[in-house]
């Protein structure tokens, strides 16, 4: 037996897969895995003891092999997508799932994806109903725009207009707007995989009216707009507004296509923020389609909304590549759900985003306190100090927000970082100046419970 003194091979005092796995100690495991599940691990613990023997290790005994299995059950079944909470003061973290949703949109979620719904039946007649009217009506009625087009990221809905309109032809944009976002995702790469041909026009810092007009021709498919949403020029600079270019573009039966990438429903510039383009303001510049986020600024679930001219957004909307793109009901739910919170003018309440945006220095200074104090009960010397909240996922580059953050001093601040990192649920924060800092600008208000547990736990691991 595996628990005795061995000898010849040793191998051969290694148990069978039915004896290993009728160890009492498996069998809440093998109850909650089930046994086919079970077996693998059992044959892989087995396989792994074998091959330790074989270059000459002890044979291990029943319990640690069991224990083994045990193991490779929770590994396999624990999964790898986990709930963070986000005490970076990153609002918009895109490594961390973006916007956060508000409470009807999760609820909308749940309503739709447990049975069966209207996705795309007409419940009045009776027959195939389309599953874009679910968003539609609320995104024209917020932008002003005549029709609108969901599909699943704003690179998708810039892909599908590219395609569907410019497919061999030239579309002309400033070299200072030829941008790369996260991921290595550039728009002449976008241009070149959509079959459109990129004229650039201008230089780096400098794009003058002019320059567009020199580069149109009859072949002309579209005027290219791109919101340099990550980044910002300053000093000598020049661009061309998009008033000028729908002007240009309409006199020569051109449209223009306005990628806002973050895009913004609400007027940043009320929240001490530098002014993002809204939607609704290039909608009434006359550009001819609008790109933008719906997990960025929007606040709502991952998409890529398009509005603007019925003709142009149906054009999109009958392409074969739109199909690819589509959103499924959960989205099509979450989408119309957060749409409402701007139709019903409680945005900066009820979306998460907005809400954290909108939060008060002293809100964040008292919930930081708060927490200091419930930590320094325990032991643990925690300070609250002055630090910045940033948007992030590509928006507003440079601007912050003020704010107070937890302040935890540490010998090893990465070890402590590194524990807060497998806990569960997780937490991530940022080192800065020699500290540990955690921002209750992005922390949820309902798991400041359990960040605290978590903070104290990582802080025992460390004493360990």
Not at 64 to 78: C, F, I, K, M, W
Not at 265 to 293: C, I, K, N, Y
Request: proline share 5%.
């Amino acid at each position: 037996m595996a628990d005795e003194p061995a000898t010849g091979d040793k191998r051969r005092t290694l148990p069978s897969v039915d004896r290993l796995l009728a160890h009492p100690a498996l069998r809440a495991a093998i109850a909650a895995n089930g046994r086919e599940l079970a077996v693998n691990a059992a044959r892989a613990a087995l396989d792994d003891a074998r091959a330790r023997i074989q270059a000459g290790q002890a044979s291990p005994t029943l319990i640690s092999l069991a224990a083994d299995v045990a193991q490779r059950l929770e590994e396999l079944t624990a999964g790898t997508l986990y709930p963070v909470i986000n005490a970076t003061g990153v609002i918009i973290h895109t490594n961390l799932g973006r916007a956060p949703l508000s409470a009807a949109a999760r609820s909308a979620m749940d309503a739709v994806a447990g049975g069966y719904s209207n996705l795309e039946y007409d419940l009045e007649a009776g027959e195939r109903g389309s599953r874009y009217l679910h968003a539609e009506r609320l995104l024209c009625q917020l932008t002003g725009a005549e029709a609108a087009l969901a599909v699943n990221n704003n690179a998708g809905a810039v892909f599908l207009a590219l395609t569907a309109l410019a497919q061999g032809r030239p579309v002309v944009i400033s070299r200072g707007q030829l941008v790369e976002i996260g991921g290595g995702f550039r728009i002449p790469d976008v241009m070149r995989q959509s079959g459109a041909r990129l004229i650039e026009v201008g230089t780096t810092n400098r794009t003058h009216r002019r320059d567009f007009e020199a580069a149109i021709n009859e072949e002309t498919a579209l005027l290219l707009r791109v919101h340099s949403s990550n980044f910002k020029q300053i000093g000598f600079v020049s661009e061309v507004s998009l008033a000028e270019m729908v002007e240009l573009a309409h006199a020569r039966g051109i449209p223009v296509l306005d990628d806002l990438g973050s895009g913004s429903l609400l007027d940043t510039s009320r929240f001490g923020l530098a002014p993002e383009p809204m939607v609704q303001a290039s909608v009434a510049a006359g550009a001819d389609l609008v790109t933008f986020s719906g997990d960025k600024l929007l606040g709502g679930p991952q998409a890529g909304l398009i509005v603007g001219r019925a003709e142009l957004v149906g054009r999109l909307r009958h392409h074969p590549l739109a199909r690819a793109l589509r959103v499924d009901k959960s989205t099509l739910a979450a989408l119309q759900a957060t749409l409402l919170h701007y139709l019903r003018r409680e945005a900066e309440r009820e979306v998460p985003i907005w809400r954290m945006i909108a939060t008060p220095l002293q809100a964040l200074e008292a919930r930081a306190a708060a927490w200091a104090g419930r930590l320094q009960e325990q032991g643990i010397p925690a300070t609250v100090v002055a630090a910045s909240s940033t948007v992030g996922g590509g928006s507003l580059p440079g601007e912050t927000l003020p704010t107070r953050a937890l302040a935890l001093a540490h010998q090893n601040l990465d070890g402590l970082a590194k524990a807060l990192r497998q806990g569960r649920p997780a937490v991530v924060g940022r080192i800065a100046d020699g500290l540990l800092l955690l921002d209750p600008r992005t922390v949820l208000p309902e798991t400041d419970a359990t960040l605290i547990q978590a903070l104290i736990a990582a802080w025992q691991h460390m004493a360990k």
